[in-house]
């Protein structure tokens, strides 16, 4: 069975703090990918990353970083020196990489960066 | 990457008449689609898996009779919800998995998504 789960429903954090965005998957798959997307108010999602099974190096990207951890199952996002603009939910979600599988989506993390 | 088009963004309609959806891949051949419906707060819940010229496979618990879905060619899919009732109201948002020029199969690409509300 395929399922992604995100614990944590809400984060509100000071503008400039650090913030971890947790992801715990579940898959028999030996091949997958991982994603994380941005939803930010006006709905549509935006990508930001993805990551397959048989690369666990942790990638930086400006103020995001990611870390992949294949032994406990987790693919946390980071957010350094957070801003307002940061402020959207965010969805990791997984997939079985065949053509034609469907995305998995966690439940989604809510974060609001506050001024 | 990729770019999927959704159509419209936002659709108010009347109880009891129908509602189309469009979501095209504008630079590459959509093989695969995907509509999700999403309530306010809550995750994407997958509705339906269409490959192009066959029938759509559904999700367990969504009605097919009420949410069409063509996939006539490989760069429209259309999502029609039938007979539209105020339950019905959400964020619909299509993904597209294709083929084309260094484009990665196993992503999938996400249309802007349609906010419907049925009065």
């Known amino acids: 069975a395929q399922k992604v789960t995100q614990a944590q429903t809400e984060i509100s954090v000071v503008e400039k703090e650090d913030v971890t965005l947790d992801c715990v998957y579940e898959t028999r798959d030996t091949t997958y990918y991982l994603f994380w997307y941005k939803q930010p108010p006006s709905g549509e999602l935006v990508f930001l990353i993805r990551?397959?099974?048989?690369?666990?190096q942790n990638e930086i990207s400006g103020r995001y970083s990611w870390n992949f951890q294949k032994s406990t199952s987790s693919f946390n996002f980071t957010i350094t020196a957070s801003q307002v603009v940061d402020s959207a939910v965010y969805f990791c979600a997984l997939n079985g990489g065949n053509t034609g599988n469907q995305f998995y989506f966690g439940t989604g993390t809510s974060l609001t960066v506050i001024p | 990457g990729a770019v999927v088009s959704q159509h419209p963004s936002r659709v108010i309609c009347k109880s009891g008449t129908s509602v189309k959806i469009e979501c095209r891949s504008l630079d590459f051949q959509a093989t695969t689609m995907f509509w999700y419906r999403q309530f306010p707060k809550q995750s994407l819940m997958l509705m339906a898996t269409?490959?192009?010229?066959?029938?759509?496979?559904?999700e367990q618990g969504v009605e097919k009779d009420k949410f069409l879905i063509n996939h006539a060619s490989l760069t429209l899919s259309t999502l029609t919800v039938t007979s539209a009732h105020p339950e019905d109201s959400s964020f619909y948002i299509c993904s597209a998995r294709g083929v084309g020029q260094d484009l990665p199969n196993t992503e999938a690409f996400f249309g802007q998504g349609t906010r419907l509300t049925v009065v």
């Open positions: 990551r397959n099974s048989f690369d666990e």
């Open positions: 269409s490959n192009e010229g066959s029938k759509a496979t559904y």
